[in-house]
């Protein structure tokens, strides 16, 4: 049976985990760079509904996303899981693929940190 609910067919439901061997004070500094912030998501507008401390931050979103958007940040062993959520609807003029490219944006960045922090891939420099 087709959906042709068209509250249903917009709405974006995304939940991701990666761990980063380095402390939720580290992983949390990125977050408060509104640089970083605004290059991962320059397809939103976030406005911060819960600052959590080192524990991670709660926004509301606009733009290609309308609703609602954390990130969570959970101590575990020698690093932090950091827990992504987005939950709300596709926006005006958004992409139909607007979750998957969001999806694809945020592994990108969260890697990139990740290495970064774990001195990997990205952040040698030694080969050049």
Do not use: C
Request: hydrophobic share 40%; net charge positive.
């Amino acid at each position: 049976m087709r959906n042709t609910d068209p509250v249903r067919d917009h709405r974006i439901d995304i939940v991701d985990e990666t761990f980063i061997r380095a402390s939720p004070e580290v992983v949390r500094a990125s977050l408060d760079d509104q640089a970083w912030v605004a290059q991962v998501w320059p397809h939103l507008t976030p406005t911060v509904t819960r600052d959590r401390g080192v524990k991670g931050v709660r926004w509301a979103v606009t733009g290609q996303v309308v609703g609602e958007m954390e990130v969570w940040l959970e101590p575990f062993r020698d690093g932090v899981v950091v827990h992504h959520y987005v939950r709300g609807h596709r926006g005006p003029r958004a992409p139909r693929n607007v979750a998957t490219r969001h999806t694809l944006r945020w592994k990108r960045a969260v890697h990139g940190l990740k290495d970064r922090l774990e001195g990997g891939p990205a952040s040698d420099t030694s080969a050049l």
